[in-house]
């Protein structure tokens, strides 16, 4: 069984290219994609050619772990899922003759049917999003286990995870986080909080601040604005070493937290509010292009601040 693929052969060179999968076993499905997303942490990294060395990491490879789709045939052993049913998957390893790190980014999936979460069909391609909500739900239980949750009271960034993890806190009822953003142009569409430039915030009592802005010189910055005991949680993804001066940190017997991969409890959490309306997801899918435009997709993805999310359209 063959499937159209987006691959980068190398950093900056992207092709959409036939690639073989690998046959089904009885406990994998075989999934039609609709709408794969592009992530503008790793996958620039990827895009670029700066991503730090990880097992498993060449080229080339077919990026993408926000796919969603529908399953189309199923192994003899797969329970809880039928034909028809749309799922969400975080990328796949099926792809023959490239890296499968990611593998998200195909017409045709095949996956144990163990990653694969049953979604509202209603969701549509905002079903692409689920990752990054988790991504965004793991920073109030990263170090927890058996804690209460940690919700930020200031996030910096206000790209995509900045928003979900803003919505997620009002959502939860918790006070409103005030969120630093340095681009004009993303400092529109709040929901419930305030958006402001970090240099108009006068503030040195923040419990805790959550970075999602990938600046790997963001520490200097936000460590003189916390409270005594307070906490930072890096949860971009940096490219270059992060360094502090000891004295603030000091002073304040700060504690740096990082946040990474998203848990199953972070899953089922954000699936929920997925499903019960609980968290918006309005205005945060900003572009769509078909698989045929991947060249000018992953450009406008990673070069126009107005994009908050490409969404990939894999139907004919």
């Known amino acids: 069984m063959k499937a159209k693929a987006i691959v980068f052969e190398a950093p900056q060179s992207l092709r959409v290219r036939e690639l073989e999968l690998a046959p089904m076993g009885p ?3 075989e999934v039609e994609v609709s709408f794969s997303g592009i992530s503008t942490g790793t996958e620039r990294l990827l895009w670029d050619g700066t991503m730090p060395p990880f097992p498993g990491l060449s080229y080339p490879l077919v990026p993408g772990y926000e796919t969603v789709g529908t399953v189309v045939d ?5 329970s809880g899922l039928q034909k ?9 390893y099926a792809f023959q003759g490239v890296a499968n790190l990611f593998g998200g980014a195909g017409s045709r999936l095949v996956v144990p049917h163990d990653r694969a ?10 079903g692409v999003l689920l990752a990054l ?10 170090g927890r286990e058996g804690a209460s ?5 200031l996030i910096v960034g206000h790209g995509i995870m900045g928003r979900l993890l803003a919505r997620m806190v009002v959502a939860a009822g918790k006070p409103a986080p005030v969120v630093w953003e340095t681009q004009t142009l993303r400092q529109a569409g709040a929901m419930g909080y305030d958006v402001i430039h ?6 040195k009592d923040y419990r805790c601040i959550c970075d999602v802005s990938g ?8 460590i003189p604005k916390m409270a005594p005991g307070g906490e930072v949680i890096l949860a971009g993804f940096y490219k270059q070493d992060l360094s502090f001066a000891y004295a603030p940190a000091f002073m304040r017997e700060a504690s740096i937290r990082v946040a990474a991969q998203w848990k199953k409890q972070d899953l089922d959490a954000v699936v929920a509010m997925f499903h019960d309306g609980s968290l918006s997801l309005d205005g945060l899918i900003t572009h769509t292009e078909k698989a045929i435009n991947a060249q000018h997709a992953y450009e406008v993805a990673f070069g126009d601040p107005q994009c908050l999310k490409m969404v990939i359209d894999w139907t004919e």
């Open 149 to 153: 949750l940690t919700y930020p009271d």
């Open 27 to 29: 406990l994998d499905l």
């Open 198 to 203: 970090p240099n108009e915030d006068t503030r």
């Open 84 to 92: 028809g049913d749309q799922v969400f998957l975080p990328g796949s």
């Open 215 to 222: 600046d790997a010189g963001i520490l200097k910055h936000v």
């Open 117 to 126: 979460v049953r979604l509202d069909p209603s969701l549509g391609n905002k």
């Open 74 to 78: 199923l192994g003899a052993d797969v």
């Open 133 to 142: 909500a988790a991504t965004a739900h793991h920073v109030f239980t990263v």
